[in-house]
Structure formats: structure tokens, C-alpha cells
């Protein structure tokens, strides 16, 4: 497991908002962004592990992460999501879209309610949430959007195609942000993870011969963690990345 070792300054008290920042890599994400003393608020549905972890950082963080229940499949709910964490921590200067729902589904079981529901999960509110951060970001003089995408879009992967053409337009999405916002100071990049080790993957799709099909097809040689992509996106969500816009970082250990 990879430790984050660096220090980003510009990071200290920024208002920071995540998406699906309760478990998994956002988990990592919010104790990545608390840790470098920014203010944290995450949304997410999944009410248990988002209170347990706001829980365990309110005491060791310089500002307690603030947890948002709100489901992102609804577009008012985001609108009231960003107004409570700009309530609480002033303009969202940082927006990491990092919620997304992998379930596999069969293409000649799909449905068009089934393709709708999951690209109003896993693409749509990557564009209504940069909708609702930009009016405050643009009057706070800038800000930077990372949004997390997926190298199994690349990989010709049969086994979900709704999953995979959102994280593909993620991409489309990302680089039509980067050049509608950038006059206004704000950069849009986003994230390739690999395999990352989550438990809801360890849970369902992790087998012992899978993690070394992928390690082997990797240059580094060990499974990719959670904390694995808390650097990639503090440097992408800092002013270490100044003059990076609209790009696709691919963090995968060098699987590509
Ligand atoms: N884990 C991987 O191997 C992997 C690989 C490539 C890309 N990614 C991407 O990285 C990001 C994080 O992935 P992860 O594996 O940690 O995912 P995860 O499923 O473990 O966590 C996603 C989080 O989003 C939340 N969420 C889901 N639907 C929501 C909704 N409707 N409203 C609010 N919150 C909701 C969940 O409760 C959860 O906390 C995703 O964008 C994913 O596509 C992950």
C-alpha cells in the first residue's frame, strides 16, 4: 500500500466536495483531501459508512469532512447538496465526481430504464454537479474538477456496456468543461484508475487468479489501493498542476 507523503499548501482550509467520498476510493479521497487540512464535503447514499468515517476524521482532521446524504440520480438533491456544503465551507473551490455504480449487466438483457438509470448515476451528475460548483467557483476567481473515469472503457470489456460508455463520456465530458470553464480560471482533468482493491471489489470480483492476470499485465508488480489515487488527484485538484487542463491521467500502474 502506497503512503501519501506530499504536502500541497494550496490545499489548507479549500473547500473541497466529493462525490461518493463514504466508501472506496472516496473514502481514501476524503481522508487524502482532510489530511491536507482542506475543508472536506463528501456526498454520498450509502448512510452507515459515510457516518462511520466522518465519525473517525472529525477528531484527527483540522476540519471535520461534513457528510451529505444525497442520492446523485436526483438533479434538485445535487443542487441542495452543493448550496449546504457552500453553507457550511463558502464557494467549492475543488470537485472531485468520483460516485459511480460498476454492477455488470448483459447487453441482450438491457433495458432502456436500465441504460437511464446508470448513466444517471454514472455520467449525468458529473456534469449537473460541475453545473452547480461553477457560478461559485467562477465568482471566488477559479477552481479545478476532477473527474474519475475508468481504463476499462479502453479495454473492450463485454460485460457492461452502459458502465463503460459513461465512463467513456466522462472523457467527452471532461474536455468540453475544461473549455467552457477554462477562460474562468477553472481546470477539468480526470483520473484512469486501474484495478483498485475497494472491498466492494474484493467482495465481488476479486479472485486470486484475476489480481495476477492484472499484476502480470502490470509494469508494477502489486495490486493497486484506494490510497493508491489520493496523490494523482491532490495534484491534479492543486496549483501543482497549474497549467494542466482537460487530460485523462491514467493511474493504473502501467497496465496500458
Ligand atoms: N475500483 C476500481 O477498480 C475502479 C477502476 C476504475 C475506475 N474506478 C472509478 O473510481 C471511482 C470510485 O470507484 P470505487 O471502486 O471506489 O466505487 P465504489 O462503488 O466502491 O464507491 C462508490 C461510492 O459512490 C457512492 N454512490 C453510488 N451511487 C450513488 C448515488 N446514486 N448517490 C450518491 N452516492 C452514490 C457509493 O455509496 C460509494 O460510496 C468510480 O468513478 C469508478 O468508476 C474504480
Redesign the pocket.
Known amino acids: 500500500m502506497s503512503e501519501q507523503t506530499a504536502t500541497f499548501p494550496d490545499l489548507k482550509d479549500k473547500a473541497v466536495l466529493i462525490?461518493?467520498?463514504?466508501?472506496?476510493?472516496?473514502?481514501a479521497l476524503t481522508e487524502g483531501f482532510a489530511a491536507q487540512g482542506a475543508r472536506v464535503a463528501f456526498?454520498?447514499?450509502?448512510e452507515a459508512?459515510?457516518r462511520a468515517l466522518a465519525d473517525r476524521l472529525a477528531g484527527t482532521s483540522r476540519h471535520a469532512p461534513l457528510f451529505i446524504h444525497?442520492?446523485?440520480?436526483d438533479l434538485e438533491a445535487i443542487s441542495r447538496a452543493v448550496a449546504q456544503a457552500e453553507a457550511a465551507h463558502g464557494p467549492t473551490r475543488v470537485l472531485v465526481?468520483?460516485?459511480?455504480?460498476?454492477d455488470r449487466h448483459e447487453l441482450l438483457d438491457m433495458t432502456g430504464e436500465y441504460w437511464d438509470e446508470n448513466h444517471a448515476?454514472?455520467l449525468r451528475?458529473v456534469a449537473f454537479t460541475a453545473k452547480a460548483v461553477a457560478p461559485g467557483m467562477i465568482a471566488a476567481g477559479g477552481g479545478t474538477i476532477v473527474n474519475?473515469?475508468?481504463?476499462?472503457y479502453m479495454l473492450n470489456i463485454g460485460s457492461m456496456p452502459a458502465?463503460t460508455a459513461a465512463?467513456a463520456g466522462i472523457v467527452g465530458l471532461t474536455k468540453g468543461l475544461a473549455g467552457r470553464l477554462g477562460p474562468d480560471g477553472i481546470r477539468v482533468n480526470a483520473i484512469?484508475?486501474?484495478?483498485?482493491?475497494?472491498?466492494?471489489?474484493k467482495e465481488l470480483w476479486v479472485t486470486e487468479e484475476g489480481l495476477a492476470a492484472m499484476i502480470d499485465r502490470q509494469c508494477l508488480k502489486r495490486a493497486?489501493e484506494?490510497e493508491d489515487?489520493v496523490g494523482p488527484c491532490l495534484f491534479l485538484a492543486s496549483g501543482a498542476s497549474a497549467m494542466i487542463t482537460a487530460q485523462v491521467l491514467i493511474a493504473d500502474g502501467g497496465m496500458m
Open positions: 462525490t461518493g467520498g463514504g466508501s472506496g476510493i472516496g473514502a456526498i454520498d447514499i450509502a459508512p459515510s444525497t442520492d446523485l440520480k465526481n468520483n460516485a459511480a455504480l460498476d448515476i454514472n451528475p474519475f473515469t475508468s481504463t476499462s458502465y465512463k484512469a484508475p486501474g484495478w483498485v482493491m475497494t472491498e466492494r471489489q493497486i484506494p489515487m
